[in-house]
T-cell receptor
Framework: EIVLTQSPGTLSLSPGERGTLSCRASQTISRNYLAWYQQKPGQAPRLLIYAASSRATGIPENFSGSGSGTDFTLTISRLDPEDIAVFYC?????????FGQGTRLEIK | QLVESGGALVQPGGSVRLSCEASGFTFSDHWMYWVRQAPGKGLVWVSRVYNDGTITNYADFVKGRFTISRDNSKDTVFLQMNSLRVEDTAVYYCARYWGRGYIPLDHWGRGTLVTVSS
């Protein structure tokens, strides 16, 4: 079973600042089955990135994904206060369907 | 659009049936998932059902207690939850699995709260 570990647990950024969120898999996974979600307080999760680096429909270029193997990254190029949320990575391979524990993004 | 219903306050050992009604897309083309989120905690996959209902999968912690099903004539997926435990307390989301182009869960409902407490 694949385990996804996200870091940091909480990321504090100032408006306009660049942020990097990490998702590490317990073993090598196909990047095609790695996605990122954003969950704002009181809302359902929203798909941001699929196949590690493809933006979902309607997602601004401010969000980008990268990585392969065991290490994946979600980058927010310039923090907008409306971006504040918890971010989860997801692996959905044939043998596992598992979320990371989440990274909370807050305004400094 | 996905709209969940059926959440309730139930006693340990009790049962509840969740429903999720879909609209705006061809329901029978898609696998459907249930994902839960305990208060203040992260997302956890619970169960899924293939588009024709013939194949179902469950997380180990609900096997033998929860049953997922669907009625494609009513565009609805269900989650029958039996032998409920305090630790099953959570918001339960249904979500559509797109599947094509490596896109996983692309649409989610707003969730329904199940509270298990005496």
């Amino acid at each position: 079973e694949i385990v996804l570990t996200q870091s940091p647990g909480t990321l504090s950024l100032s408006p306009g600042e660049r942020g990097t969120l990490s998702c590490r898999a317990s073993q090598t996974i196909s990047r095609n089955y790695l996605a990122w979600y954003q969950q704002k307080p009181g809302q359902a999760p929203r798909l941001l990135i699929y196949a590690a680096s493809s933006r979902a429909t309607g997602i601004p270029e401010n969000f980008s994904g990268s990585g392969s193997g065991t290490d994946f990254t979600l980058t927010i190029s310039r923090l907008d206060p409306e971006d504040i949320a918890v971010f989860y990575c997801l692996y959905f391979g044939t043998s596992s369907f598992t979320f990371g524990q989440g990274t909370r993004l807050e305004i400094k | 659009q996905l709209v969940e219903s059926g959440g309730a306050l139930v006693q340990p050992g009790g049962s509840v049936r969740l429903s999720c009604e879909a609209s705006g897309f061809t329901f029978s083309d898609h696998w459907m998932y249930w994902v839960r989120q305990a208060p203040g905690k992260g997302l956890v996959w619970v169960s899924r059902v293939y588009n024709d209902g013939t194949i179902t999968n469950y997380a180990d912690f609900v096997k033998g207690r929860f049953t997922i099903s669907r009625d494609n004539s009513k565009d609805t997926v269900f989650l029958q939850m039996n032998s409920l435990r305090v630790e099953d307390t959570a918001v339960y989301y249904c979500a559509r699995y797109w599947g094509r182009g490596y896109i996983p869960l692309d649409h989610w409902g707003r969730g329904t709260l199940v509270t298990v407490s005496s």
